[in-house]
């Protein structure tokens, strides 16, 4: 199965929102509601900032927030801050005990 | 607080068999949810690597599959990896995480990861 489709880079303004896409398959993305968004710093594991398309664990900030459309998964940053310059990687349950992760989006905060 | 810690070989010659152990603290891995490994080559993307349940069942990526082993000692509160015929493509950085039930489809916490280095 495919890796998910991100684009590389990102960028934005403080105070600024900034959308990234994940793209899928109607096999992943358009057939469960599994979809993660995790952002990681350089030199740091991973961190899950959305769960299941839309929710927020505990101690997120409502800044971020996820949807989906079809096979498109998207996460929205809003109120960009200096610290939400990382990197956001997109997951999905992939259907035959799969997971699947996109690329990555590189996001600078201008 | 759940912390995860992955502990192993940093250096393996390529055909070498890769072992790495997550020790949970804080947390039973007894409990309802899966363990799982991720992969992350240097400056590139995640790769989900397989997902265990504490007992004993497991499922693995379609591509690592012929080679992944992993296993759960619940008196240890540990989980390991095996992958074997290492090569260069297999160096990476190796996280262990929580994984959610049913399909392990989001993870959180994730240790801090371990560097492995496949090179002759």
């Known amino acids: 199965q495919s890796a998910l489709t991100q684009p590389p880079s990102a960028s934005g303004s403080p105070g600024q929102s900034v959308t990234f896409s994940c793209t899928g398959t109607n096999s992943d993305i358009g057939y469960y509601n599994y979809v993660s968004w995790y952002q990681q710093h350089p030199g740091k594991a991973p961190k899950l900032i959305i769960y299941?398309?839309?929710k927020r664990p505990s101690g997120v900030p409502d800044r971020f927030s996820g949807s989906k459309s079809g096979n498109t998964a998207s996460l929205t940053v809003s109120g960009l801050q200096a610290e939400d310059e990382a990197d956001y990687y997109c997951?999905?349950?992939?259907?035959?005990?799969?997971?699947?992760f996109g690329g990555g989006t590189k996001l600078t905060v201008l | 607080q759940v912390q995860l810690e992955e502990s192993g070989p940093g250096l393996l010659k390529p055909s070498e068999t890769l072992s790495l152990t997550c020790t949970v603290s804080?947390?039973?891995?007894?409990?309802?949810?899966?363990w799982s490994w991720l992969r992350q080559p240097p400056g590139k993307g995640l790769e989900w690597i397989g997902s265990i349940y504490q007992s004993g069942t497991t499922y693995y990526s379609p591509s690592l599959k012929s080679r992944v082993t992993m296993s759960v000692d619940t008196s240890n509160n540990q989980f390991s990896l095996s992958l074997n015929s290492v090569t260069a493509a297999d160096t990476a950085i190796y996280y262990c995480?929580?994984?959610?039930?049913?399909?392990?489809?989001?993870?959180?916490?994730w240790g801090r990861g371990t560097l492995v280095t496949v090179s002759s």
């Open positions: 995480a929580r994984s959610v039930v049913p399909v392990f489809h989001w993870s959180d916490p």
């Open positions: 299941e398309v839309t």
């Open positions: 804080g947390f039973s891995i007894s409990s309802h949810y899966f």
């Open positions: 997951s999905s349950y992939g259907g035959s005990d799969n997971l699947i």
